[in-house]
């Protein structure tokens, strides 16, 4: 028989997103968050370069929002755009509140000002951040809130499976606890998603590996609509060294002056784009890998040994140890990098109050959809989506509370599960998936390649949908569940790639080099066969 916990709310993900929700909910509710490793585990904890928010007098909140709007190339949704925008200022005196200790700058009318620094894309200085370990410092400070909180019950290393729900209404989850090997049905009258982005679909990441698309693809099994999944984000610019795995070098780096070389020592972003390094991501990782290619180079160089390494040392001060540890002295010698996938900046169709197609169903964060990224999202605006979008949802289940209440009388059927980890092997088909989606749905695409990829996709989901169902008995393990999801986004994302005919922010098909209309351009939108 399965094992029934009954909550008020259900968090999945542990982040930024879900634990800004946990924060600002009533203490009144019970409160579940789940994490599929330590509870700190989540992309917010390696975030680097800050949070944007226009603090300086020659800043404005409108200017924020032109630089949004040109970043997304045409596909932001300018009132979502003014709503994040506008809201930032409370998001980070809220983290402030919280005891995030952000960097501060020099003296300024007998106060301490913070020091903002500046990112691609962005026209202004306007990144507040904690030295170069924002995302540490904001993450570390929530969950030390988090763990405070006697209505919250924190369930780390359970990992979710699906989504139960009844008549257009999310009930629950099934959750896979990785301690005990068992399954838990989990009930509650308010389920929200904030499990984080699907780089991990790709060869190259900066992502922790939690992030494996598990929210979108268990939202699109439910029947909600998911958008705009061509356009995924490349940093420009990870270590590559045999010894460092997905350590992200800040885009505050070439904010701060950092010229990217080629291996004699060319500077060549000039040849790209007038504002060269500070140039929006997309552009960057597109030259990059296009220098890559046409040289058949392995990476190129970033270069911020100009600065004085006192600057160096005390502006990024974990990069610095880290290429230290690994023989490389940023103060007196360049980085090597390549691109890597970094963002999805498509995700689960969510509304201003991050409600889903379902009812009691919420998704924020990364895995969402709002329309604030467009085509492109600019530097450090994501934490900042995350924050105020928290805030949205916890007051959005505040007053809908009592229209959500769970009818106890709700019955679901226990699933015959058996948790099996070597019945099937995983690491080889994860491994040609990455380097299939890196080679034929990467930073450059064509028809022919996306055609090719969709084909060998369909193999491994039909494939795994076999494995999965088979004998009325559904075998399971974490590893399992996570390549069962990323063939799924990975799948989405191609339909997505494929349907867009032209070329547009992070979605570059050589068959449409050219940009379209903009007014004319529309989202890219799938919907669900039982929509």
């Known amino acids: 028989m399965l094992k029934i916990v009954d909550y008020d709310v259900l968090i999945i993900g542990s982040g930024a997103s879900g634990l800004t929700v946990a924060l600002q909910l009533t203490s009144k509710l019970q409160i579940a968050i789940f994490s599929k490793g330590e509870l700190t585990e989540s992309s917010t904890l390696y975030a680097q370069g800050g949070i944007a928010v226009a603090l300086d007098e020659a800043d404005s909140t409108e200017l924020h929002i032109v630089d949004t709007l ?10 979502t755009v003014r709503f994040v925008v506008e809201n930032a200022k409370k998001a980070i005196d809220k ?95 308010v389920v929200i998603l904030a499990t984080g982005g699907v780089s991990n679909v790709y060869l190259y990441s900066s992502n922790p590996d939690i992030c494996t698309g598990d929210g979108i693809a268990m939202a699109w099994r439910a029947g909600c609509r998911v958008a705009n999944l061509e356009f995924m984000q490349f940093h420009p610019t990870c270590l590559f060294h045999p010894m460092a795995k997905s350590f992200l070098i800040s885009e505050a780096i070439r904010g701060e002056g950092g010229k990217l070389l080629l291996p004699n020592g060319e500077r060549f972003m000039q040849r790209f784009d007038s504002r060269e390094e500070l140039a929006p991501r997309d552009v960057v990782a597109r030259a990059i890998d296009h220098e890559m290619k046409r040289l058949k180079i392995e990476y190129v160089y970033l270069d911020i040994s100009h600065r004085t390494s ?25 980085m090597s990098v390549v691109p890597a996938a970094h ?22 964060g990364e895995v969402s959809f709002t329309g604030l990224h467009g085509a492109n999202r600019m530097a450090s605006n994501s934490l900042l989506e995350c924050l105020v979008y928290g805030a949205a949802v916890a007051a959005d ?39 299939l989606m890196w080679d034929y749905v990467g930073i450059v695409r064509s028809n022919k390649w996306l055609e090719q990829a969709q084909h060998h996709v369909d193999v491994l989901n039909t494939e795994m949908l076999t494995y999965y169902k088979g004998s009325n008995i559904f075998y ?16 989405l994302i191609i339909r997505s790639a494929i349907a867009r005919h032209e070329s547009r922010g992070l979605h570059y098909n050589t068959d449409y080099p050219h940009i379209g209309n903009k007014i004319l351009s529309k989202n890219t939108i799938l919907f669900p066969k039982n929509y």
Not at 107 to 129: C, P
Not at 142 to 156: A, D, G, P
Not at 312 to 322: N, R, T
Not at 398 to 426: G, R, V
């Open 310 to 334: 006192e600057f160096i040392i005390s502006h990024f001060p974990m990069i610095y140890a880290k290429c230290l540890e690994l023989g490389i002295d940023i103060t007196c010698q360049p």
């Open 343 to 364: 963002y999805t900046c498509g995700g689960i169709v969510v509304d201003k109050h991050g409600r889903t197609d379902l009812l009691g169903l919420y998704a924020i």
């Open 476 to 491: 399971i393990s974490s590893d399992f569940l996570e390549l069962r999801n990323l063939i799924l986004v990975a799948d």
């Open 70 to 79: 040109n970043a997304g190339d045409g596909l932001c949704d300018p009132s």
């Open 95 to 189: 983290l402030i509140d919280y005891g995030v200790e952000f960097t501060r700058s020099e003296v300024l009318n007998n106060e301490l000002s913070y020091h903002l620094t500046r990112e691609g894309g962005h026209s202004h200085r306007r990144i507040i951040h904690a030295d170069d370990a924002t995302g540490f410092e904001v993450e570390t400070k929530l969950v030390e809130k988090i763990r405070k909180m006697s209505n919250i019950s924190i369930y780390e290393n359970y990992i979710a499976i699906d989504l139960v729900c009844e008549k257009g209404r999310c009930v629950g989850v099934y959750v896979l606890d990785l301690n005990s090997g068992t399954v838990i049905l989990f009930r509650a009258n």
């Open 397 to 435: 289940i505040m007053k809908n509370f009592p229209e959500l209440s769970m009818n106890s009388n709700i019955s679901i059927s226990n699933e015959n599960w058996t948790i099996n980890s070597n019945k099937y092997k995983f690491s080889h088909k994860l491994n040609d998936l990455r380097r």
